[in-house]
C-alpha cells in the first residue's frame, strides 16, 4: 500500500493555461513535477543544497526554461537543505509574470 501522506497536488490557472503542480516530499528533499496537458516526465534538473552553497546538474537538457528550472530547482534545495528534482513538460514557453507565480505556488506547496 502507498501511503498519500505529504504528496501535494494543484492546478494553477494562468493566463489561461493549467499546469498541474505535483510534490512527493522525502526526508531529505522534494520531487517537484509541473505539466502542461500529458502529465509526462519532461526536462529534468537537479539541485542540491548544503551548508548555504547549492549544487545543480541537468538530467533531461530542455531547448528552453533553463533559467526557470536551475532557479527554482536551487531555490527549493536551498530553502529545505536538501535535494531538489525538478521536472517540467510545457507546451510552450513562460514569460517572466508566469514563472514567478509558477514559482510563488511551489514555495507556498513545499512550506
Do not use: W
Amino acid at each position: 500500500m502507498v501511503s498519500q501522506a505529504g504528496y501535494r497536488k494543484k492546478t494553477v490557472n494562468v493566463d489561461h493555461r493549467d499546469f498541474l503542480v505535483q510534490i512527493v516530499p522525502f526526508d531529505n528533499g522534494n520531487f517537484i513535477s509541473i505539466t502542461e496537458g500529458k502529465e509526462k516526465i519532461g526536462t529534468l534538473v537537479v539541485s542540491i543544497g548544503s551548508s548555504g552553497r547549492t549544487s545543480t546538474a541537468t538530467v533531461i537538457p530542455s531547448k528552453s526554461e533553463t533559467i526557470f528550472l536551475k532557479m527554482v530547482s536551487e531555490r527549493v534545495a536551498s530553502t529545505i537543505n536538501g535535494i531538489c528534482i525538478f521536472s517540467l513538460n510545457i507546451q510552450k514557453e513562460l514569460d517572466l509574470e508566469n514563472m514567478k507565480i509558477l514559482m510563488n505556488e511551489i514555495m507556498e506547496l513545499i512550506k
